[in-house]
C-alpha cells in the first residue's frame, strides 16, 4: 500500500487539484476563514503526523491524511499568511528547500547504512550525525552539481550526449 500508486492517487489528485488553479492563495475562503487560520491549522496537522504518528502506525492509510490535507491548506493559505511569511519565509526554511531534493535523495541511503553499520539500536545521538551529513551531502549536491547544470547554458553536442545516454539508459531499463 505504501508503494502502490493506485493506493497513493489521491494524495497526488490534492496536489494536482491545487496545481490546476493557477493562483491558490486567490480563492475565495468559504465562511469567513482566513488565511492565517489556513496556515495554522495545516502546520498544526502535520505536526500531529510527526510527532504522534509511530513507526508501527500503518501508514499511509488514513493517517495520510494528516499531512496531505495540512500541506494542502498551507498552500491556499498563500505567501500572505502570518505563518507561511514569518516561519516559511525565513533563510533557513528557504535553504532547506533548496536542498529538499538532494536531501530526500541522501537522507535515506546514509541513514539506512547507518544502521546497518551501527545496528537496529541506533542512538540518538547517531541519528544527529547522520541527519547532519545528509545535509552535508545534500548541500554539496546543489551547490557542485545541481545548481550548475539547472543554469549552465547547454550545447548542442551536450544536449545530443545527454539525449544519447537517455536512450541508452532506456534500452537497458527495457
Do not use: C
Request: hydrophobic letters at 50%; glycine letters at 10%; zero cysteines.
Amino acid at each position: 500500500a505504501f508503494y502502490g500508486p493506485m493506493f497513493r492517487a489521491w494524495e497526488l489528485g490534492v496536489g494536482g487539484l491545487l496545481a490546476s488553479t493557477r493562483y491558490p492563495n486567490q480563492i475565495r475562503l468559504p465562511w469567513g476563514l482566513s488565511r492565517d487560520n489556513f496556515s495554522w491549522v495545516g502546520f498544526s496537522l502535520i505536526a500531529v503526523a510527526v510527532l504522534f504518528f509511530e513507526p508501527t502506525s500503518k501508514f499511509p492509510g488514513w493517517r495520510a491524511l494528516f499531512p496531505v490535507i495540512g500541506s494542502a491548506l498551507l498552500i491556499l493559505a498563500g505567501p500572505k499568511a502570518i505563518f507561511n511569511s514569518r516561519i516559511l519565509s525565513a533563510k533557513p526554511m528557504i535553504w532547506i528547500g533548496l536542498i529538499s531534493y538532494p536531501l530526500y535523495l541522501w537522507h535515506w541511503v546514509i541513514l539506512t547504512f547507518g544502521r546497518i553499520h551501527l545496528s537496529d539500536k541506533i542512538s540518538t545521538e547517531s541519528i544527529l550525525i547522520l541527519v547532519g551529513i545528509s545535509f552535508a551531502m545534500a548541500a554539496g549536491t546543489y551547490y557542485l552539481i545541481e545548481k550548475p547544470v539547472r543554469f549552465a547554458p547547454i550545447t548542442r553536442k551536450q544536449l545530443a550526449t545527454i539525449t544519447g545516454l537517455m536512450g541508452i539508459t532506456a534500452i537497458g531499463g527495457a
